[in-house]
């Protein structure tokens, strides 16, 4: 089965439509202010009526309160919430009040020890992002274009399905895809050509290149 691939960060109705012609599984919209690709609310709903009801509408939040997510849930009619740096018990109380919306908790990768945190998302997630740690400092938990080592998930026995991010794009995606047996990869600045400004040939080449792994 080949992979699939979720184009994030998408703000614009011309990348959002290159995201969907060029056969992408999931779109994503940040809701975080901070990101040079956050998307304001009142924009929302008319990007999510581009999007077909086969392609998942996935929200990208960090911790997020639940005045946001009934509004952006809302607004974006999503399907999948990607959760950055919520923790386990947050993530059950959003398991709870969105019974019907997929949760993807996030956790952020620098060593083999930082997969551990992965099982305790176990009962509470449709699938678990590996992503990138970013520095401690930094302004966003995700969006930097950082990779993490993928020889970590060698063996590493995964608690639930996953997918993969961090640093990819159309060059490396292949080798990612052969290198950790993603069947899902998720992308958001190798397909811009600066911080929040996507770019149509950069995501129809990355889409091409997850089809042709
Ligand atoms: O893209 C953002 O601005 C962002 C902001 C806050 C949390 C996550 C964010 N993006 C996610 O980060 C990863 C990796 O992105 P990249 O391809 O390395 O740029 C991806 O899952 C995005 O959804």
Same mark, same amino acid.
């Given at each position: 089965?080949?992979?699939?691939? &979720? !184009?994030? %960060?998408?703000?614009?109705?011309?990348?959002?439509?290159?995201? /969907?012609?060029?056969?992408?599984?999931?779109?994503?919209?940040?809701?975080?202010?901070?990101?040079?690709?956050?998307?304001?609310?009142?924009?929302?709903?008319?990007?999510?009526?581009?999007?077909?009801?086969? !392609?998942?509408?996935?929200?990208?939040?960090?911790?997020?309160?639940?005045?946001?997510?009934? #509004?952006? /849930?809302?607004?974006?009619?999503? #399907?999948?919430?990607?959760?950055?740096? *919520?923790?386990?018990?947050?993530?059950?109380? !959003?398991? *709870? $009040?969105?019974?019907? /919306?997929?949760?993807?908790?996030?956790?952020?990768?620098?060593?083999? #020890?930082?997969?551990?945190?992965?099982?305790?998302?176990?009962?509470?997630?449709? $699938? @678990?992002?590996?992503?990138? &740690?970013?520095?401690?400092?930094?302004?966003?938990?995700?969006?930097?274009?950082?990779?993490?080592?993928?020889?970590?998930?060698?063996?590493?026995?995964?608690?639930?399905?996953?997918?993969?991010?961090? %640093?990819?794009?159309?060059?490396?995606?292949?080798?990612? @895809?052969?290198?950790? %047996?993603?069947?899902?990869?998720? +992308?958001?600045? %190798? +397909?811009?050509?600066?911080?929040? /400004? &996507?770019?149509?040939?950069? !995501? #129809?080449?990355?889409? &091409?290149? +997850?089809?042709?792994?």
């Amino acid at each position: 089965m080949p992979a699939t691939a &979720k !184009i994030c %960060g998408l703000t614009t109705p011309a990348t959002l439509d290159a995201a /969907i012609a060029g056969g992408a599984s999931h779109v994503g919209f940040v809701f975080f202010p901070p990101s040079p690709r956050h998307l304001a609310l009142d924009r929302a709903p008319s990007l999510a009526a581009r999007v077909p009801d086969r !392609i998942h509408r996935t929200g990208v939040f960090v911790d997020p309160d639940d005045a946001l997510l009934d #509004a952006a /849930i809302a607004a974006a009619r999503l #399907a999948v919430l990607q959760l950055h740096k *919520t923790a386990p018990a947050r993530v059950a109380a !959003i398991r *709870t $009040r969105f019974p019907a /919306i997929a949760l993807w908790p996030v956790v952020a990768v620098r060593t083999r #020890a930082d997969l551990d945190a992965a099982r305790p998302f176990a009962p509470l997630a449709e $699938r @678990i992002l590996y992503d990138a &740690k970013t520095p401690d400092a930094a302004a966003l938990p995700g969006g930097m274009g950082l990779r993490f080592d993928w020889r970590l998930l060698d063996g590493f026995v995964h608690p639930r399905p996953w997918l993969l991010s961090g %640093g990819l794009d159309a060059g490396n995606v292949g080798e990612a @895809i052969a290198a950790t %047996g993603a069947d899902l990869v998720d +992308v958001s600045s %190798g +397909v811009e050509t600066a911080p929040g /400004i &996507k770019d149509v040939d950069k !995501i #129809a080449a990355f889409l &091409k290149a +997850v089809r042709l792994s």
